[in-house]
């Protein structure tokens, strides 16, 4: 159970290698946490996180999950829910893709669309589903600040952001004032796998600050989040940046 | 039989931290209790998930509630059924509150012995929790002479003390955990007026209280010290001590006399309009307890009072919870044996460091523990704190607290419990095996759970 001040004893990543989430798990391995549950593509490449976590003294499974193969979903869920109470999923795979290639690629387009955003929608309802009859708990999202002004530099993973972050809202809506949290994530350039050999944005943070915020929107139980802090204000105001000061700042 | 009524609801506690989803009955009848704890007995499985037996909803945590699982609430069975003036006792269904109690006992020369800080509280939490009050001498269930339990495995039993003593006191401060207790029979005292001759003194510092605690010489039965938690240096835990007893006819200004007995409703008002939703902080708080502090006069003085005044002032505010806005505020209440008085006098230290602000700490002692498997009490000092839950680093401040409490052999409670960590609780509460035990025995299948027992693994 989540105690009263937003600890939680257990966690299900889909994405388990994915580095802000491990960042997460182990903050939140030094408050309450018993059971860890790595999601995973391939799970003989996440023992390494594995034993990590355990090393804090948190009892880790790792199982099969892939975000684009939506016919496994409901099953997967299924599975996850059967025998013990998850407090908290945090959906946190994604890629970025080469939009060099996509934006000629339709097929590539589509790999990342579904990926990032298909694919949570094909979990994210079962698992709210399972959460609601479970009758509380935590589903936080991975979304990005790429969701709220969409930049040319990689504008498919952006727009795929921002159907899942409007979906997370959705979701967020349907649930409020019952035992269900639902929460969207949104992180400015996080130094990751993910980001490695891009130039930073400006307000690049650190995958702790992201967990920091996390864990601080699940205690507070807030709808949306920023990671850093700053970007709450930052983002709307680049919101009505007029489009062609945008593209030049962007080019 | 008919069926009990049923709907789904979001339940939280007092302190309005740990919403979760139940589906809550109402039944009217006991026997209507067995099926639906039947329907919903685990299977192991996420799909059942059990019941637990829910009062008013004034412990603070998440005891009262069952997140995907149901809640069998007391609120239609809150009749009261017999009272046995040559014994002194008192028959009742378990949602009976203690308001309606005092309203029904006192113009009749009776008392329930053990009332709480606040008089919105049902006989079966006051049960499932062994509830205490300003009285030292006992907690709820010393004064609980039997009761019917509908326990999943073994069906409706009559439990006593005296019958069948392991039962009876796993169900006290139980949690709700052993069974839905149905009806209850209460030992009174009895008392010749519906006053309180109430003796308020300011103390300077936490040492001149505690002092003045202890000293016997007025023969009260009742004590509470009022704690102002800002107040720090030399002037921590400056507070206000109340002793107080039942008045005597002879107490009464002469028109009281004539009908010492008459009891009326206690006044109501609504949280004070300065103070906005979520609008609490240090410096509300401050002017709060200033306010309280000022109040009294600055020598001890002697005053006769109705029994809600004395024992229930914060039910005179509607809705105070709603000062700490929509994120809650949990309480932390501890007790520590005598001789372990420095626990106290750091932990207000500590608190007073973090800037946390308290808008109410309450100072009692007890002089007996019971037998209770899971109850509270011992004999030592209990201090009770609210906290509003998004205080920075709050678990960890708590924890550290814990950590005190339990090298100084004391416990937290669990009635107003919603954080603790589960190898701290279990620490605190060394006849926790044998309560698993019985437990085991009344109900091997889990088909009693609450988000509390799931928390601490209960
Ligand atoms: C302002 C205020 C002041 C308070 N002061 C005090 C005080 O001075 N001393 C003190 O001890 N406590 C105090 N409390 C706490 C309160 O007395 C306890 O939490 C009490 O248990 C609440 O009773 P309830 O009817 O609201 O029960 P609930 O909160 O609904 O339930 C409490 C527990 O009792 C169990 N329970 C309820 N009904 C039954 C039943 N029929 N059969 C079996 N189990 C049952 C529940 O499962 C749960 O575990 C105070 C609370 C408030 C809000
Ligand atoms: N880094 C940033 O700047 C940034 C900014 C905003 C938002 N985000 C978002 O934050 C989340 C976590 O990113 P991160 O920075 O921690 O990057 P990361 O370390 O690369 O994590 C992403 C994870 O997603 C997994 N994944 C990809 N496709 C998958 C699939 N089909 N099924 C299952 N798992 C799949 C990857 O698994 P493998 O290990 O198998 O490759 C990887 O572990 C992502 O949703 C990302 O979009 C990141």
Not at chain 1, 67 to 93: C, G, K, N, P
Not at chain 1, 143 to 161: D, E, G, T
Not at chain 1, 208 to 236: H, K
């Amino acid at each position: 159970m989540r105690d009263a001040l937003g600890d939680v004893q257990s966690v299900l990543v889909l994405g388990g290698r994915s580095e802000i989430a491990l960042a997460t798990v182990h903050l939140l391995a030094g408050q309450r946490l018993q059971r860890a549950v790595l999601a995973v593509r391939n799970p003989k490449a996440a023992s390494e996180e594995a034993d990590r976590i355990r090393a804090a003294g948190v009892s880790v499974d790792v199982v099969k999950f892939d975000a684009a193969d939506t016919e496994s979903h409901a099953a997967f869920v299924a599975a996850m829910f059967t025998d013990r109470d998850i407090d908290l999923v945090l959906v946190a795979f994604g890629i970025v893709g080469d939009q060099a290639q996509a934006d000629h690629d339709a097929q590539h387009a589509l790999e990342i669309v579904h990926t990032n955003f298909q694919g949570a929608v094909s979990v994210l309802i079962p698992i709210a589903d399972a959460m609601s009859r479970q009758g509380h708990g935590t589903i936080a999202v991975l979304s990005s600040v790429a969701a709220v002004r969409p930049r040319r530099a990689n504008f498919v993973y952006s727009s795929s952001k921002a159907g899942l972050d409007a979906f997370t809202n959705g979701l967020a809506d349907m649930y409020a004032g019952t035992g269900v949290h639902v929460m969207a994530v949104r992180p400015g350039f996080v130094a990751t796998r993910m980001t490695t050999g891009m130039k930073p944005a400006p307000f690049a943070t650190t995958t702790d600050v992201v967990a920091r915020a996390i864990v601080d929107g699940i205690r507070a139980r807030s709808t949306v989040v920023y990671a850093p802090a700053i970007l709450r204000f930052v983002m709307p105001a680049l919101q009505i940046v007029p489009r062609f000061v945008w593209r030049k700042m962007r080019a | 039989m008919s069926t009990p009524l049923v709907r789904h609801e979001t339940l939280q506690g007092w302190g309005r931290t740990s919403p979760s989803e139940s589906t809550v009955y109402e039944p009217d009848s006991e026997f209507q209790v067995p099926a639906i704890l039947e329907a919903w007995e685990s299977d192991g499985g996420a799909q059942r998930r059990g019941s637990i037996a829910r009062g008013l909803g004034r412990s603070y945590g998440d005891a009262a509630q069952n997140a995907g699982g149901a809640v069998v609430s007391s609120a239609a069975l809150s009749r009261i059924l017999e009272l046995d003036r040559a014994a002194a006792t008192v028959r009742v269904e378990p949602g009976v509150s203690i308001e309606a109690l005092l309203k029904f006992l006192v113009p009749r020369g009776f008392f329930p012995t053990v009332i709480p800080g606040t008089g919105i509280v049902s006989v079966g939490g006051g049960i499932g929790a062994d509830i205490h009050g300003k009285f030292r001498h006992g907690s709820f269930c010393d004064f609980v002479d039997s009761a019917t339990l509908v326990t999943p495995a073994l069906g409706p039993m009559r439990i006593s003390a005296e019958t069948n003593a392991d039962v009876f006191w796993a169900t006290a401060g139980g949690m709700g955990l052993t069974g839905v207790v149905t009806e209850a029979t209460l030992r009174l005292h009895r008392i010749a007026t519906s006053q309180m001759r109430v003796d308020t003194t300011r103390c300077r510092d936490i040492d001149d209280c505690m002092t003045a605690m202890m000293d016997d010489s007025r023969g009260e039965r009742y004590s509470v010290a009022w704690i102002d938690c800002l107040a720090n240096g030399a002037n921590l835990g400056r507070s206000i001590l109340e002793t107080a007893v039942h008045a005597t006819v002879g107490d009464l200004p002469a028109e009281r006399a004539r009908d010492p007995l008459a009891y009326g409703a206690g006044l109501s008002v609504s949280a004070p309009p300065w103070m906005p939703n979520g609008l609490l902080n240090s410096w509300t708080v401050k002017a709060f307890n200033e306010l309280w502090f000022r109040k009294s006069p600055k020598r001890p003085h002697r005053t006769t009072v109705s029994i809600p005044t004395f024992f229930h002032p914060l039910d005179m505010v509607k809705g105070w919870p709603s000062i700490y806005g929509r994120h809650g505020f949990v309480q932390y209440q501890f007790v520590v044996p005598y001789g372990h008085e420095h626990v106290v006098r750091i932990i207000l230290e500590r608190l007073s460091a973090a800037k946390c602000a308290s808008f109410l700490a309450v100072l009692k002692r007890f002089e007996t523990s019971n037998a209770g498997l899971l109850s509270f009490p011992m004999p030592g000092w209990t201090l009770a704190l609210d906290v509003p839950a998004m205080h920075p680093g709050l678990n960890k401040i708590l924890d550290a607290f814990d950590d005190l409490v339990l090298e100084a052999d004391g416990r937290v409670y669990l009635a107003k419990d919603a954080r603790v960590a589960p190898q701290r609780f279990a620490a605190m509460y060394p006849h926790l095996e044998r309560w698993r035990e019985v437990r085991a025995r009344l109900d091997p299948n889990c088909a009693l759970q609450s988000d509390l027992s799931r928390r601490l693994g209960l």
